[in-house]
C-alpha cells in the first residue's frame, strides 16, 4: 500500500509539514537503509497532554509502500498502526 493510501483511511488533513516541526509536534526523525527497506524513526508529542511523547516506527519497501507501522500510543500498538502520530511520520518520509 502506498503512503497516501496508507494514510487516506485517517481521512483527516495533515498540517503543513514544517509547521509541525516548528512547533515542537515532531522532536526528531531517523532513517536507516537496510536491503530494500527503509526504516524511520520518530518522535512525537501528544496533542492533548503536555509533556508526553510516543515513539512511531515505519517500515518501508525501496517503491515506498508500507510494510509496517506502529506508535507507543495507544491507537498504535499493533503492525498496521493507523495513529495521527504514524500519519505525521509517514508524511515526512514521503
Known amino acids: 500500500m502506498r503512503c497516501n493510501d496508507y494514510l487516506s ?6 498540517k503543513d509539514i514544517d509547521q509541525l516541526y516548528e512547533s515542537g ?9 537496510v536491503s530494500a527497506s527503509y526504516f524511520v524513526r520518530s518522535q512525537c508529542c501528544a496533542e492533548m497532554r503536555k509533556g508526553v511523547s510516543y515513539v512511531v516506527d515505519v ?16 491507537a498504535g500498538v499493533c503492525p498496521t498502526a493507523h495513529c495521527k502520530h504514524v500519519q505525521s511520520s ?4 514521503t
Open 59 to 74: 517500515k518501508l519497501c525501496e517503491t515506498g509502500y508500507i510494510q509496517e507501522t506502529q506508535c507507543e500510543c495507544a
Open 90 to 93: 509517514t508524511f515526512l518520509t
Open 9 to 14: 483511511v485517517l481521512a483527516c488533513e495533515l
Open 25 to 33: 509536534f515532531i522532536n526528531y526523525i531517523r532513517v536507516a537503509i
